[in-house]
Each structure stands twice: as C-alpha cells, then as structure tokens.
C-alpha cells in the first residue's frame, strides 16, 4: 500500500524533484561540481563541508542511480575516479544559479537586519 508522501511524490513534479536533488548532501554534491565540474573524492570531501566519508560515498551513488552523476574509473596505478554532472545533471544549472542568486539575496537581507 503506498503511503501518503509516496502519493505525493509520484503525482507531484515538484516533491519528485526535490526527492532526488533536496537532501542535504545531494544538493551540496551538485553544487560542488556546478562550480567545477570534473573532481575527484577527497576533492569532492574538501568542498561539501561537514560530510562524512559514508554520507559522501552513499550520496554519490544515488545521484548516479538518479542519473545526475556519472563516476568514471580509470586503469591506473593508484586507481583514479573522477565525478561529474551527466547531461541531466547540468540541466540543473540555471535552476541552481537562479537559487543562488535568491540565497544571496535573503543572507544580505538577514545581515542587514
């Protein structure tokens, strides 16, 4: 039997959208390879402050199940995995750029006051 919220997700383009991209680490991820687009783990680890090994290695996968990231391994000694926004994941781009511009917008607004 599906519950309320999975009712609301399925019907709901906005809830879906915000199921793959609205944790609190996904989002953070995506952002961090908006800025620069191809990175590494530890790179990736560096820029999404305060995330754990586990929530970042966990949260990789997702996106890449959800078609948002793409890992790509290459055959070296030491191996080298590189991340990036596939195609889906870039069209987030103007909607991430245009909430960056209303979260500087409310910070100057709080600093202000």
Request: glycine share 6%.
């Amino acid at each position: 039997m599906e519950t309320k919220e999975q009712k609301n997700i399925a019907e709901c383009p906005v809830a879906y959208a915000l199921n793959l991209i609205g944790g609190k680490w996904h989002f953070q991820i995506i952002w961090a390879l908006y800025k620069k687009p191809v990175q590494r783990y530890n790179e990736l680890k560096r820029r999404v402050d305060g995330i754990t090994n586990m929530m970042l290695s966990q949260s990789l996968k997702e996106l890449e199940q959800y078609g948002l990231v793409t890992r790509i391994q290459y055959p070296e000694i030491p191996p080298r995995v590189e991340y990036s926004l596939t195609e889906e994941g870039r069209a987030l781009t103007p909607i991430i750029s245009e909430l960056a511009r209303w979260g500087v917008k409310q910070m100057a607004a709080r600093k202000d006051s």
